[in-house]
């Protein structure tokens, strides 16, 4: 699986590149709503406890994995004027802003159980939203070029915006609810903001991607036909098996973040990291340093990727984020905010690893399954997602399920002191829980380059 070492040369204007990235502007918004802050928005401001509001989260993200299937296959077989996969995208971000503001807008007299079912409710169709978008979106990337090293180039683009959606979200929007007053209203007036970033770049990308969106004058494929060509495919499910294991091992850090910042950062001096902390707070600084290095390493994610070959760079992405994370837990709780936000910084050099090298290997995985015709890629995209949709799941439960053992408590009105069983199970759950499942995924991601090579 390894690739001779090369220089890039591209065949799509960069122009083209970057804009295939725009839509994963709003996808970054929405993956750390439901990856870093709703499970503490619900347990701090609607009295939901937290084994319950991770319930919520997990069921939620379970229903949406019956979706991708059905959004692959229609996605796959759509005939018109306007293509096969951009409508999806453009009435996916639509879907997705609209769910996110009624998420925030749950009625004041509710709360605990009344105010768990809204959110649920709102949730799911914020998952409907995501996947309208993500399926076709991805699709996408094993149509436009089928260069390995241009592939990497777009997923580098792709997260790349992903990661200022991320940070606009992570490191940006809690100031910005702060200032609309906090709290519940704060939130619906923060998220509020957020909608034309979720809806323009989408529809920008739609516009000048259009060209490569084609659907060719053939018959509607069989969803069971496409289904046996995923299945088929040992490679490809080898490689969603561990993407998703690594993923379950990123939410638990994704979810703890905020607990992290309130409970194991000790030292919020307004000076710290050159006077970051001060500005944003302490939350949104960590946020904003994983998020900045991870969209920072990305070019160098790409090269290594020409270096070493995918598979290696990705081993050595991966090895490196264990070992990390197993040297964090001695640092918690943290007295020294400076040394907490380089280490912080160096999680998301690895992170920008995770963010692309799995998604570039995947369009090359599934290329031996492609008749002439190319069909199914959607249907591959749809299974890929459903191994990351079933992680991100079990992600917020776990943690949940861990924090609500050791008797961690909710509040409506803000953060509340926790007892040293509970804060020593967050400092556990997302360090050494993690770097043991990263460490597991090298081995066997030796093992599947192993595997490559012979067959290939």
Known sequence: ????????????????????????????????????L????????LGIPIQTAGLVLTIGLL?????????????????????????????????????IVLIFAVPASMQGASAAR??????????LGYTLIIIPHGALTAEMTRDPLERSSLTGWRMAIFSI?????????????????????????????????????????????????????????????????VFKNRNFLLLMGLFSIQLLGFGLITQSIDFFSTYLVLDDNPQGFFGLVGVLGTFATMFALVTIASLVSQP???????????????????GGFALLMAGFYFTLPSNNIDATCWYVAAIG????????????LMPDLIEPSLDADRQGIGAFNAYWLFGQKVANAVGPGLLAFILGGFGWQESTQGAVAQSPEAIDALAIAMTLLPAAIFAVSVALLVWLERHLCVEG
């Open 118 to 127: 809204w959110v649920f409710a709102t949730f799911v169709l914020a998952t």
């Open 165 to 229: 959606g991320i940070l606009v979200a992570g490191g940006l929007l809690p100031g910005l609810i702060e200032a609309f007053g906090g709290g519940r209203s704060g939130a619906f007036w923060g998220y509020l903001t957020m909608v034309p970033l979720i809806v323009l770049p989408a529809l920008m990308s739609c516009v000048a991607i259009a060209r490569y969106d084609k659907a060719p004058p053939q018959p509607v494929q069989s969803p069971f036909k496409q289904i046996a060509k």
């Open 1 to 36: 699986m390894s690739q001779p070492t090369r220089a890039p040369r591209f065949s799509l204007p960069l122009a083209h590149r970057a804009a295939y990235g725009l839509p994963d502007l709003g996808v970054g918004i929405f993956v750390t709503l439901k990856a870093v």
């Open 38 to 45: 709703l499970l503490p928005f619900m347990t701090k401001y």
């Open 349 to 360: 050099i690895f992170y920008g690893c995770l963010l692309q090298l799995p998604w570039a």
């Open 63 to 99: 229903l949406d994995i019956v979706t991708d299937p059905i959004v692959g296959w229609l996605s796959d077989n759509t005939r018109g004027r306007w293509g096969k996969r951009v409508p999806y995208i453009a009435l996916g971000a639509l879907v997705l802003a609209l769910a």
């Open 300 to 318: 160098f994610w790409t090269l290594a990727s020409a270096w070493l070959g995918k598979m290696r760079a990705y081993q050595l992405g991966m």
